[in-house]
């Protein structure tokens, strides 16, 4: 394989998904594909088109290394960037054998199983991990979100959060649960502290896209400080340059792991169950499920629907009936 080109090509791939603001995992997943999909096109020599090569690596993928359904589609996604927005190739209808979807309950823990975790759950390395957890639960957020949270996001007079730039590339408000308030305001005074240090040190905060060139003080400012912030500056990934991040989910990851085992939760359960189990619980409680589809972010109402479970206790056994139980 020539080494040269595949860098190349990697290359490309990379100004333009940063030109296009992907985010950083995003960038990271396609180029590791496009860089697995070069590496299978020499070792395999396949023949035909472009669409012909893509299917039978598709296929390949589906056979051979018994990917999942989601892998798949994202193996898909990153190949058909690389030819169609980088190479700008067009591509055919591709028929490659897909994999199954499998189809699963999604569970959301009860709300017995999230008090009893939360009560053994422990802040973990300094960070307020419990109002981290909290969030995720009472507002239906994904784990990054409440991280990504900046200090001019947070609207104490209306009690509201803005959640900037979720998946979709989406903002979205959803409503402050009146119970965490003052947390809220404790957590923001601790990171006024940390910003203050910052500030008098000349140390900047990540700021997103290209508004740090536009507003290069911005990165000084205490609207566009974390809220949650982390302990250390750390390399941007894009200039190399330090700057404070917020702190990493995997403190949250690692913290909800360890509750649930200490609670004897049966089903453990991650942080991002906490989303499934704030719109499961809003559904039971009868709220709106168009008003819960706007909260959580989806696209279609259709999304929302497959947290209304069905109650299969209404289903009468009809050896209950025959005995005369029923």
Known sequence: MDLQILNDTLSRCEKKMRFQHKALATRKSYLSIIRKYYVWLQ???????????????????AEV??????????????????????????????????????????????????????????DRNGFPVRLVFKLLYGCGLRVSEPLNLRIKDIRFERGELVIRGSKGAKDRVVSIPPSLLGELRHQMSVA?????????????????????????SSAFEFGWYFLFPGKVPVPHPDTGELVRFHFHPANVQRAVFDACKAAKVAARFTPHHLRHAYATHSLEAGFNIHDVKEVLGHKNVETTMVYLHPEASRVHSPLEVLTGVV
């Open 43 to 61: 070792a395999a020599r396949p023949v035909g088109d472009s669409t012909a090569k893509i299917e039978q690596y598709l296929t390949a993928r």
């Open 65 to 122: 290394d018994k990917i999942s359904a989601s892998t798949q589609n994202v193996e898909f996604n990153a190949i058909r960037y690389l030819y169609v927005d980088v190479l700008g190739i067009e591509l055919g209808n591709i028929n490659a054998l897909r994999c199954k979807v499998p189809k699963h309950e999604r569970h959301a823990p009860t709300r017995e199983e999230v008090a009893a975790v939360l009560g053994k759950l422990q």
């Open 192 to 216: 006024e502290l940390m910003w203050q240090k910052d500030h008098r040190d000349r140390q900047p905060c990540q700021i997103p896209g290209a508004y740090r060139r536009k507003a290069p």
